[in-house]
C-alpha cells in the first residue's frame, strides 16, 4: 500500500514568510509524528498527534510553529514569519497505534528559508 | 552531555566484514528505534526494541537495559549499507511518550 506521502518535496521562500508543509500518512494509521533535521544536526522531535487526544507539543522551538491534524488523517506544520534557522528537512512520520508501534518516514520536505 | 550517545561517528569497512554501531543513553526508556537514512534522505526503521535481541536478515540489535547501552551489528557487510544508522529512544515516563530523542548518527560506507 502507500506509505507516508509529504508535500512539497522541496521549499524555497524568503525569510519572514509563511510556510505550509503538508503530511499524508498511511490510511488507518492513528499516530502522527513531525520531526526536523537541520543541516549537520541530528533529529529533532517537533510534535506528536495520537487519535482525538490533545497534541504533544513539546518540541515545537517556538510559537511561529503550529500543526494540525484534520479528520485525523492528513496534516499541515504551519511556519510563521520564516527565519533563516528555520532551513531544514521536515519529517513526518506515522504509525498504526501509540508509540508502541513502529514508525514509517515519509521522504520529508526541504525548506530553505533565504 | 546529549542524553542518546552514538559510536562511532564515522566508520569505514570492506565488504564482508561485520560491523557493530553502539549507542548509550541516560535517560529512562520504554523503547529504543534503530533506523537507516540512506544519502537520498529517506528513514526507514530497522528495529524497535525494549529488552533482549532482534534479528532481521543480516542485522542484529541488542539492548542491554540495565546498562543503558545498545548495538546494531551487521553481519557480512555490503556497500549496500552504506548509509546513516541513527539511535532513537522512546522515554518511558511522563506525557511525552510520543517524543523520541535521537542520537547524532553513525554514518557507515562500506567499501567493495
Known amino acids: 500500500g502507500a506509505g507516508v506521502s509529504q508535500s512539497p518535496s522541496n521549499k524555497v521562500t524568503e525569510k519572514g514568510k509563511d510556510v505550509e508543509l503538508r503530511c499524508d500518512p498511511i490510511s488507518g494509521h492513528t499516530a502522527l509524528y513531525w520531526y526536523r533535521q537541520s543541516l549537520g544536526q541530528g533529529l529533532e522531535f517537533l510534535i506528536y498527534?495520537?487519535?482525538?487526544?490533545?497534541?504533544?507539543k513539546s518540541g515545537l522551538p517556538s510559537d511561529r510553529f503550529s500543526a494540525e491534524r484534520t479528520g485525523g488523517s492528513v496534516s499541515t506544520l504551519t511556519i510563521q514569519r520564516t527565519q533563516q534557522e528555520d532551513s531544514a528537512v521536515y519529517l513526518c512520520?506515522?504509525?498504526?497505534?501509540?508509540?508502541?508501534?513502529?514508525?514509517?518516514f515519509g521522504p520529508g520536505t526541504r525548506l530553505t528559508v533565504t | 552531555k546529549n542524553e542518546v550517545e552514538q559510536s562511532p561517528q564515522n566508520l569505514t569497512a570492506q565488504e564482508g566484514e561485520f560491523i557493530t554501531i553502539n549507542c548509550s543513553y541516560s535517560v529512562g526508556i520504554s523503547a529504543l528505534h534503530w533506523l537507516q537514512q540512506h544519502p537520498g534522505g529517506g528513514i526507514v526503521s530497522l528495529f524497535m526494541l525494549s529488552s533482549g535481541k532482534k534479528k532481521h536478515g543480516r542485522l542484529i540489535a541488542t539492548i542491554n537495559i540495565q546498562e543503558k547501552h545498545s548495538s546494531l551489528h551487521i553481519t557480512a557487510s555490503h556497500p549496500r549499507d552504506s548509509a546513516v544508522y541513527i539511535c532513537?529512544?522512546?522515554?518511558?515516563?511522563?506525557?511525552?511518550?510520543?517524543?523520541?530523542?535521537f542520537g547524532k548518527g553513525t554514518k557507515l560506507s562500506v567499501k567493495p
Open positions: 532513537a529512544v522512546r522515554s518511558g515516563y511522563g506525557g511525552s511518550q510520543g517524543n523520541l530523542i
Open positions: 498527534f495520537q487519535g482525538n487526544s490533545a497534541p504533544d
Open positions: 512520520a506515522s504509525s498504526l497505534g501509540g508509540p508502541a508501534y513502529e514508525q514509517y
